[in-house]
C-alpha cells in the first residue's frame, strides 16, 4: 500500500528566512520566490522578487518589514524542522 506524498506544511518566517523556491498564497494567487531577500533601509525592510506561479512572465518584488513574519509552504521536507 502506498502512501500519498503529505503537502508540504506552511510555516511562518521571517521575511530574510525565505529561500528561492518557497511559496506564498495571497488574494492575488500563489507566488514563488526567485531570488535571496534582500534588507534595507538599516536592516528594517526585507525585500524579495516572486512570480506568479503558472505565469513565469508575471513578476514583482515584495517588501515586508524584516520584524513580520510571512507565511509559506517549502517543499523542501527535512531543512531547517528543526522548528
Known sequence: MARSPEPPAIRRLFPTELQVGDRLTEVTGEWEVTSRPYVSAAGKLTTVQ??????????????????????VRRAGGAEGSSR
Do not use: L, M, N, Y
Not at 513565469?56 to 515584495?62: K, L
Open 50 to 71: 516572486v512570480r506568479k506561479v503558472g505565469q513565469p512572465d508575471v513578476t514583482e518584488i515584495r517588501t515586508w518589514g524584516t520584524h513580520e513574519r510571512v507565511s
